[in-house]
Protein backbone atom coordinates (compact mmCIF):
# COMPACT_ATOMS: atom_id res chain seq x y z
CA UNK A 1 0.00 0.00 0.00
CA UNK A 2 1.22 3.82 -0.79
CA UNK A 3 -0.15 6.27 1.03
CA UNK A 4 0.65 10.34 -0.20
CA UNK A 5 0.14 13.30 1.91
CA UNK A 6 0.07 16.86 0.76
CA UNK A 7 0.77 19.95 2.38
CA UNK A 8 1.57 23.84 1.81
CA UNK A 9 -1.53 24.95 -0.19
CA UNK A 10 -3.04 28.20 0.93
CA UNK A 11 -4.13 31.89 -0.28
CA UNK A 12 -1.31 33.96 -1.88
CA UNK A 13 -1.36 37.31 -3.86
CA UNK A 14 -0.15 37.69 -7.53
CA UNK A 15 3.86 37.64 -7.84
CA UNK A 16 3.97 35.52 -4.30
CA UNK A 17 5.83 31.82 -3.53
CA UNK A 18 4.23 29.12 -1.99
CA UNK A 19 6.21 25.51 -1.62
CA UNK A 20 4.52 22.30 -1.43
CA UNK A 21 5.03 19.30 0.24
CA UNK A 22 4.25 15.62 -0.34
CA UNK A 23 5.13 12.75 1.80
CA UNK A 24 4.90 9.18 0.55
CA UNK A 25 4.77 6.51 2.90
CA UNK A 26 4.09 2.71 2.58
CA UNK A 27 5.89 0.22 0.21
CA UNK A 28 8.11 2.64 -2.07
CA UNK A 29 10.37 1.62 -4.27
CA UNK A 30 13.36 2.91 -4.75
CA UNK A 31 12.94 3.40 -8.77
CA UNK A 32 9.59 5.32 -9.26
CA UNK A 33 8.15 8.64 -10.81
CA UNK A 34 6.94 11.55 -8.67
CA UNK A 35 5.23 14.69 -9.94
CA UNK A 36 2.11 17.11 -9.69
CA UNK A 37 -0.88 17.58 -11.85
CA UNK A 38 -2.81 20.39 -11.12
CA UNK A 39 -6.81 20.59 -11.99
CA UNK A 40 -8.75 24.39 -11.98
CA UNK A 41 -12.85 24.31 -12.42
CA UNK A 42 -13.81 23.80 -15.78
CA UNK A 43 -10.89 22.50 -17.35
CA UNK A 44 -8.57 19.04 -17.67
CA UNK A 45 -5.89 17.74 -15.89
CA UNK A 46 -2.81 19.11 -16.47
CA UNK A 47 0.74 18.03 -15.95
CA UNK A 48 2.85 20.51 -13.49
CA UNK A 49 6.09 18.72 -12.53
CA UNK A 50 7.38 15.58 -12.51
CA UNK A 51 10.38 14.10 -11.17
CA UNK A 52 12.89 10.69 -11.74
CA UNK A 53 14.32 8.88 -8.65
CA UNK A 54 17.64 10.20 -10.52
CA UNK A 55 15.73 13.68 -10.52
CA UNK A 56 15.53 14.08 -14.09
CA UNK A 57 12.54 16.37 -14.74
CA UNK A 58 9.92 17.70 -16.67
CA UNK A 59 7.85 21.00 -16.53
CA UNK A 60 4.34 21.88 -18.05
CA UNK A 61 4.84 24.68 -20.51
CA UNK A 62 2.66 27.12 -17.99
CA UNK A 63 5.10 26.66 -15.54
CA UNK A 64 8.36 26.44 -16.86
CA UNK A 65 10.80 29.12 -15.44
CA UNK A 66 8.89 29.72 -12.78
CA UNK A 67 8.70 26.52 -10.77
CA UNK A 68 10.82 24.02 -8.91
CA UNK A 69 10.31 20.32 -8.29
CA UNK A 70 12.65 18.28 -6.15
CA UNK A 71 13.08 15.23 -4.30
CA UNK A 72 14.49 14.15 -1.00
CA UNK A 73 14.77 9.86 -1.56
CA UNK A 74 15.33 9.55 2.21
CA UNK A 75 12.19 11.30 3.47
CA UNK A 76 10.35 9.92 0.24
CA UNK A 77 8.97 13.64 -0.24
CA UNK A 78 8.80 15.59 -3.13
CA UNK A 79 8.24 19.42 -3.10
CA UNK A 80 6.93 21.86 -5.62
CA UNK A 81 8.88 25.58 -5.50
CA UNK A 82 6.04 27.86 -6.82
CA UNK A 83 7.01 31.72 -7.76
CA UNK A 84 5.76 34.52 -9.60
CA UNK A 85 2.38 33.28 -8.77
CA UNK A 86 -0.44 34.24 -11.49
CA UNK A 87 -4.34 33.66 -10.81
CA UNK A 88 -4.06 31.46 -13.60
CA UNK A 89 -2.06 29.25 -11.05
CA UNK A 90 -5.57 29.17 -9.01
CA UNK A 91 -6.02 25.03 -9.14
CA UNK A 92 -6.64 21.84 -6.64
CA UNK A 93 -3.13 20.41 -6.73
CA UNK A 94 -2.56 16.72 -6.89
CA UNK A 95 0.67 14.63 -6.14
CA UNK A 96 1.67 11.25 -7.56
CA UNK A 97 3.65 8.69 -7.75
CA UNK A 98 4.06 5.38 -10.25
CA UNK A 99 5.69 2.47 -9.64
CA UNK A 100 5.41 -0.87 -10.92
CA UNK A 101 2.91 0.14 -13.73
CA UNK A 102 0.87 1.23 -10.80
CA UNK A 103 0.01 5.34 -9.88
CA UNK A 104 -1.18 6.92 -6.78
CA UNK A 105 -2.41 9.87 -5.93
CA UNK A 106 -2.84 12.08 -3.27
CA UNK A 107 -6.28 13.81 -2.12
CA UNK A 108 -5.23 17.27 -3.04
CA UNK A 109 -4.13 20.68 -1.78
CA UNK A 110 -6.06 23.48 -2.55
CA UNK A 111 -3.38 26.82 -4.34
CA UNK A 112 -5.52 30.08 -4.57
CA UNK A 113 -3.70 32.96 -6.17
CA UNK A 114 -5.66 36.46 -5.88
CA UNK A 115 -5.16 39.74 -4.50
Known amino acids: QVQLVESGGGLVQPGGSLRLSCAAS????????MGWYRQAPGKQREMVAT???????IYGDSVKGRFTISRDNAKKTVYLQMNSLKPEDTAVYYC?????????WGQGTQVTVSS
Open 26 to 33: GSIDSVNL
Open 51 to 57: ITSLRGT
Open 96 to 104: WLSQRGVNY
